[in-house]
């Protein structure tokens, strides 16, 4: 089964299966969900060798009888386009520059059975974040100086008996990073080599006891802004729930 294939089946399962009475003419679900990622294809934009941002904030805009329709969902059908979305960017290798929204909008100028994706990348400056996610969990690296270790004095905590209290630090100026062992009582591995200095490139690992921290930078922008009451527009916003891989 194919990419597009696959896509189009899983927001097939967990939305048509449920709803199917609802669409018997106009738009289907599925034609949204993959209308969205023929937008993500559509702008992708290479920013580094490793990196192709792609846009976090997209309207659907639907006639006034498809909007009906879908708005018999809720927030259903907005929460699997959000998941699918995610899974295709990670799929590509695509960065979002912030949050990931989707609202759903009605257009008087569009017949039944048409839509129209508008997109953009979040307004505001694109950044790089320095980040280490330690087992499944993401901590930001806010200070040019972070300590890891299993002490409670350590910019970062963790239960590891195999680790000094402070074990090893990371510093991170905005653009490049370095990782320094701070006469630790097992040492540092870098990338499985020992170290006591050494320059971290992104996606590295470093081994401190029986853990594992893995370096990233990441895109971050400013979030969209957020809806006010006078809105007539129906929107649903989800936010970013988990790590961006």
């Given at each position: 089964?194919?990419?597009?294939?696959?896509?189009?089946?899983?927001?097939?399962?967990?939305?048509?299966?449920?709803?199917?009475?609802?669409?018997?003419?106009?738009?289907?679900?599925?034609?949204?969900?993959?209308?969205?990622?023929?937008?993500?294809?559509?702008?992708?934009?290479?920013?580094?060798?490793?990196?192709?941002?792609?846009?976090?904030?997209?309207?659907?805009?639907?006639?006034?009888?498809?909007?009906?329709?879908?708005?018999?969902?809720?927030?259903?059908?907005?929460?699997?386009?959000?998941?699918?979305?995610?899974?295709?960017?990670?799929?590509?290798?695509?960065?979002?520059?912030?949050?990931?929204?989707?609202?759903?909008?009605?257009?008087?100028?569009?017949?039944?059975?048409?839509?129209?994706?508008?997109?953009?990348?979040?307004?505001?400056?694109?950044?790089?974040?320095?980040?280490?996610?330690?087992?499944?969990?993401?901590?930001?690296?806010?200070?040019?100086?972070t300590v890891i270790?299993?002490?409670?004095?350590?910019?970062?905590?963790?239960?590891?008996?195999?680790?000094?209290?402070?074990?090893?630090?990371?510093?991170?100026?905005?653009?490049r990073a370095m990782?320094?062992?701070?006469?630790?009582?097992?040492?540092?591995?870098?990338?499985?080599?020992?170290?006591?200095?050494?320059?971290?490139?992104?996606?590295?690992?470093?081994?401190?006891?029986?853990?594992?921290?893995?370096?990233?930078?990441?895109?971050?922008?400013?979030?969209?802004?957020?809806?006010?009451?006078?809105?007539?527009?129906?929107?649903?916003?989800?936010?970013?729930?988990?790590?961006?891989?």
């Amino acid at each position: 089964m194919g990419l597009l294939d696959s896509f189009e089946k899983g927001l097939e399962r967990a939305v048509n299966g449920a709803f199917a009475k609802t669409f018997r003419s106009g738009i289907q679900p599925v034609e949204i969900a993959s209308a969205l990622r023929s937008e993500l294809d559509k702008k992708a934009v290479v920013v580094t060798r490793d990196r192709i941002l792609t846009p976090n904030t997209f309207v659907v805009r639907l006639s006034p009888a498809d909007d009906e329709k879908m708005s018999a969902l809720g927030s259903t059908l907005v929460t699997e386009l959000d998941a699918l979305v995610k899974k295709h960017a990670r799929t590509q290798g695509y960065s979002f520059a912030g949050p990931v929204a989707i609202s759903i909008e009605r257009d008087g100028s569009l017949s039944t059975g048409t839509l129209r994706v508008d997109s953009q990348t979040t307004e505001g400056q694109v950044a790089w974040r320095g980040v280490v996610d330690i087992d499944g969990k993401r901590h930001p690296l806010s200070s040019a100086r972070t300590v890891i270790g299993r002490g409670s004095d350590a910019d970062i905590t963790i239960p590891d008996a195999g680790t000094s209290r402070k074990h090893v630090e990371i510093l991170w100026d905005g653009e490049r990073a370095m990782v320094r062992d701070l006469g630790s009582t097992n040492g540092t591995t870098l990338n499985g080599r020992k170290v006591t200095e050494a320059a971290l490139p992104p996606d590295s690992t470093i081994s401190i006891g029986r853990t594992n921290i893995v370096f990233r930078v990441v895109a971050q922008a400013q979030p969209p802004r957020r809806p006010s009451a006078s809105d007539a527009t129906r929107i649903f916003d989800v936010r970013e729930r988990g790590p961006l891989s």
